[in-house]
């Protein structure tokens, strides 16, 4: 039922922001942790980049600590991910969605594109 739809990305200079966000067109369970995800062009997997779960606890890939920041806002059922001093190889398509035991619970959506680039 729920289908997800990823936005806000573009293209950037290094050190550029952006603020992507994740809306689902079905309710998200609140008990879930939800978390962003990136495919580089140079990846054949989707890498975990940052999680927050149904308390608003927040973790983050190294690669990415400190520049960026997860959200979420249960009543518009949707998340978010600041980005800040992007760096080229910050470069890829991000995808969200809900996470269990370490695997997707949702089908994933098309993704939104970030490219960082002089």
């Known amino acids: 039922q729920v289908q997800l739809v990823e936005s806000g990305g573009g293209s950037v200079q290094p050190g550029g922001s952006l603020k992507l966000a994740c809306s689902a067109s079905?309710?998200?369970?609140?008990?879930?942790?939800m978390a962003w995800y990136r495919q580089t062009p140079e990846s054949e997997k989707r890498e975990l980049v940052a999680t927050v779960t149904s308390g608003k606890m927040t973790n983050y890939a190294d690669f990415v600590q400190g520049r960026f920041l997860i959200s979420r806002d249960n009543d518009r059922n949707a998340i978010y991910l600041e980005m800040t001093s992007l760096k080229p190889e910050d470069t890829a398509v991000y995808y969200c969605?809900?996470?269990?035991?370490?695997?997707?619970?949702?089908?994933w959506g098309r993704g939104t594109r970030v490219t960082v680039s002089s």
């Open positions: 079905g309710k998200i369970a609140s008990s879930y942790t």
């Open positions: 969605n809900a996470q269990w035991f370490a695997s997707q619970v949702y089908p």
